[in-house]
């Protein structure tokens, strides 16, 4: 699958008033996103890793088609967790956007497992079996000037059941460091829109323990120090090898790009940020 992308920055000033317009770009209300995100980098080459495939809710035929998108590099890849926390934290969160109204429809229309409410100092630290987890590639994006987006490879694997860390080791990655990542969500027309930031966690060397730790909200450390959000506009391509699907998923972002002018400057990615082979 092909992704294609604009990336824009919002000061932290700025990001109420960018998501109430996106808000109303895309006649509906933003969803809180909670994850964390687990880095792992292979130990080996591919060719002499282990088959590995059809268990911890993965089909061979998925890793199979991971392993040939990645035509033999080394990538990093990463075990994304879908956090849900408490009512209060998660209603204090969109509050100053949504109001109490909308904030309750918010975490309503998550699907995710409803934390205990006997104790509203808590974050829900779930065992790690229930909470949903992805396993992500995103490739190298094409070099830029062949696109007026960012275009790369990208494969989102569902983990439908059992341990997604020991599942890693047994494709012999290990695991390197971890982030949480906070924002909401919207889509308009094919365009998925995410305004998010990301979050520093305490550093650990054990996967396992970072997986179950809470994603504390009460007094978030962003990675960035100033506070900047991330606007990122994508649309996915089931088959990029269609000149005519690209091409109309590319004017749909321009027309986006246009639209958002005067709000956000929206742009190509860095390609080399961009990079996630290991070196």
Known sequence: MHELLL??????????QVLQILAGVAAMQPRVVLEKHLIFKPTRSPETRAQVGGN????????????????GDLFYLQLVGDIAVSTEVLSHDVDSVM?????????????????????????????IEGEKWTLQF???PEVAGRRPVTSRLMADIKIASGDPIRFMFALDYTYVTAYGLQGHHLTYQNILILLYRPLRLPETIDPLAQSQSPLDLTSPKPLDPSGTWILQASIRVQDGSKPEIMTKGMNELKAFKDMMKGVVEMEVGDRLALDTRMR
């Open 99 to 127: 109001g109490d109204t909308d904030a309750q429809t918010a975490m309503n229309n998550r699907d995710v497992p409803r934390p205990s409410l006997e104790d509203p100092r808590s974050n829900f630290n779930p065992p």
């Open 138 to 140: 995103r490739d190298l």
């Open 7 to 16: 990336f824009g920055q919002v000061h932290s000033s700025r990001h109420d």
């Open 56 to 71: 911890q809710g993965i089909q061979g035929a998925q890793i199979k088609a991971l392993k040939a998108q990645m035509q």
